[in-house]
Structure formats: structure tokens, C-alpha cells
């Protein structure tokens, strides 16, 4: 009876001692980030930042999957599916995570995923090509004096930019057409040549060709130090605003310790100054969401996001 009590003993305590154990050992291999867009892009260039710090903070970098389509709502479905073991993860963009299940473009529902948190947040910009239009209201008087033949393109079908061009046309009164193309990069490359007459994409897309670029106007709510002196659409009498969030997210299921500590670590390495510096050099704005917050805020969206397209339908 003593040795099987102490056999008993030895097992429970076992038992007891695997989820602290594991949790100290994970990571244990590198994790996989899906990029939902193509290389080059604002959301590749927040994921690459991320990882100049993931050796110091989980003992090895990021294995990078890109997985391009359908506005990024290809790659967030296949993390959504993956396992939740905490070794595949996904960077995208808040709202535009919102908006997939509600456009019906994704299979994903926003409880298939374990918030992680958010990074940073930075404003569309509108620009065109240099000797294009000097101002937006140049593009815009452009646009009503020959309906239907300017065009502005979106770095994103069915998501935010998207939806933002269609309100700067419903806004201004002007018919515009809106052409969606698949990332930032692309539509970037299409405006510098000629190829639509002016584009809306985050911020990052735009600033490796910051020389060849007329920018036109941000889309926050206050200007860019990244591109200083370019005015607000408020302050040129559109009442639009619009932020991309640059979120980090994994399959639902996760187990505690491992969700706790991917959450740690990202906040981890959005505290270390280095970091924030790097994120400012490729022009984004450090801000801190933690996961349950932006779970929270991504919910809000959705309703008003129902609400928002069926008035552009």
C-alpha cells in the first residue's frame, strides 16, 4: 500500500508538472508567420521589424509564408485552420479582418482566432504619380468635369482601403472609379505608372518610392511625421478618417500558457525603444493594442462595417 501510495504520488505530481514544463519549452522550433499579401508590402514590412527581435525574445526568427489573395483573406483563412499548437501565427490589418466575413470573401469568423495584439497604427495615404494632380481637389474637380473617367485604386479588395476610396468618391460627389488591386505593392507600381490616375494604401506601401510620389492627403486624423506637411482629407473638406492597425493573430484553441506567451513576447518586443525606432524608419507609428482589447474593438468594427457597405452596395 506505501509503495503504490507512492507511486500515486509520483504521478500526480508528473501530471502537475507538464503544463509548466511545456510552457517553458515552447517555443522549441521557429514559428511560421503567414504574410497574407505578396512580399514588399506594408504588412511584410511590419512582420520583417517584428523578427529582427524574435531571436531575443523566443530563441529563434520567424519562418515566413506568404499567401497572397482575395485582399489577404486567403492567407488569414489558412491561419485560422492551422493547428493551434502556437507555431503558426498571422500578421494582417485591422479593420480589414473585420470585414472579410461580413463581405462574405472569407471562411473565417472573427472567433476562429486567438488576438495577440497590435503593433502599430498608421493612416492611408492618396497619392499619384508626380505632374498627375497637385492637389485633391484638383483630382477631384478633374473627376466631375468628365464623370467616369478618373480612377483611384485600393490596395485591397472588399477590405479597407477599398472601402475607404468608395467613400472618398461618394464624399466628394465626384464619379470616380475604384479599381482594387491585390496589395500595397501593386497598387503602388500601377499609380507611379499611370497605369490609375491616384491610389489609397497604408502608409508603408508608399514610403520606399517617398521621392516619386505627389501625395495628395493622409487619411488619419492628424498629420504624418513621416510625411510632414501633407494634409489631412478633413482639412480638405472630406469628413473621412481611416487608421490600418497592424495586428498579429493565431488559430483559437491555443492553450493558455502559449497564447500568454506569444502576448508577452510581442509585447515584449514592442517595448524595447530599438524596436519602435525601426518601426518609425519604414514610417509606421508604434501602438501598443493588446489582444482582449483588439478582440473587442474588431467586434465594434464589424457592426459598423454591416452598416457602412450596405450604404455603398
Not at 508590402?41 to 531571436?55: C, E, Q, Y
Not at 469568423?109 to 504619380?129: K, R, S, Y
Not at 508603408?204 to 517617398?210: D, E, N
Request: aromatic share 8%; with cysteine; charged share 20%.
Amino acid at each position: 500500500m506505501k509503495n503504490f501510495s507512492a507511486a500515486s504520488l509520483v504521478a500526480i505530481c508528473g501530471a502537475l508538472m507538464v503544463a509548466p514544463v511545456a510552457a517553458q519549452e515552447y517555443p522549441n522550433k521557429p514559428i511560421t508567420i503567414v504574410v497574407p499579401f505578396d512580399p514588399g508590402g506594408g504588412s511584410d514590412l511590419i512582420a520583417r521589424t517584428v523578427d529582427k527581435f524574435t531571436s531575443d525574445e523566443f530563441g529563434s526568427t520567424f519562418t515566413f509564408q506568404y499567401r497572397p489573395g482575395a485582399g489577404g483573406h486567403i492567407g488569414t483563412n489558412s491561419v485560422a485552420g492551422a493547428k493551434p499548437d502556437g507555431y503558426t501565427i498571422g500578421t494582417y490589418n485591422s479593420p480589414h479582418i473585420a470585414l472579410g466575413p461580413i463581405t462574405g470573401v472569407a471562411q473565417y469568423l472573427l472567433e476562429d482566432f486567438t488576438w495577440l495584439g497590435q503593433v502599430a497604427a498608421d493612416p492611408g495615404v492618396l497619392a499619384t504619380a508626380p505632374g498627375k494632380y497637385s492637389s485633391l481637389d484638383e483630382l477631384i474637380s478633374a473627376a466631375k468635369d468628365k464623370p467616369g473617367t478618373v480612377t483611384i485604386g485600393s490596395a485591397d479588395q472588399f477590405g479597407g482601403t477599398h472601402l475607404l476610396a468608395l467613400r472618398i468618391a461618394e464624399e466628394s460627389g465626384a464619379d470616380i472609379s475604384v479599381i482594387p488591386f491585390p496589395g500595397g505593392s501593386q497598387l503602388v507600381a500601377a499609380v507611379l505608372g499611370g497605369h490609375v490616375d491616384a491610389g489609397v494604401a497604408g502608409q508603408p506601401a508608399w514610403i520606399g518610392s517617398k521621392e516619386e510620389t505627389q501625395f495628395l492627403a493622409v487619411t488619419g486624423d492628424r498629420h504624418s511625421n513621416a510625411l510632414p506637411g501633407v494634409p489631412t482629407l478633413k482639412e480638405q473638406g472630406l469628413d473621412l478618417t481611416y487608421i490600418t492597425g497592424r495586428i498579429f493573430i493565431a488559430p483559437a484553441g491555443l492553450d493558455d500558457a502559449v497564447r500568454d506567451r506569444l502576448r508577452e513576447g510581442l509585447r515584449n518586443i514592442y517595448e524595447n525603444p530599438q524596436f519602435q525606432a525601426e518601426l518609425k524608419k519604414v514610417g509606421q507609428n508604434p501602438n501598443w493594442k493588446s489582444g482582449d482589447d483588439l478582440q473587442a474593438s474588431m467586434e465594434e468594427y464589424k457592426d459598423v462595417a454591416t452598416r457602412l457597405f450596405e450604404k455603398v452596395k
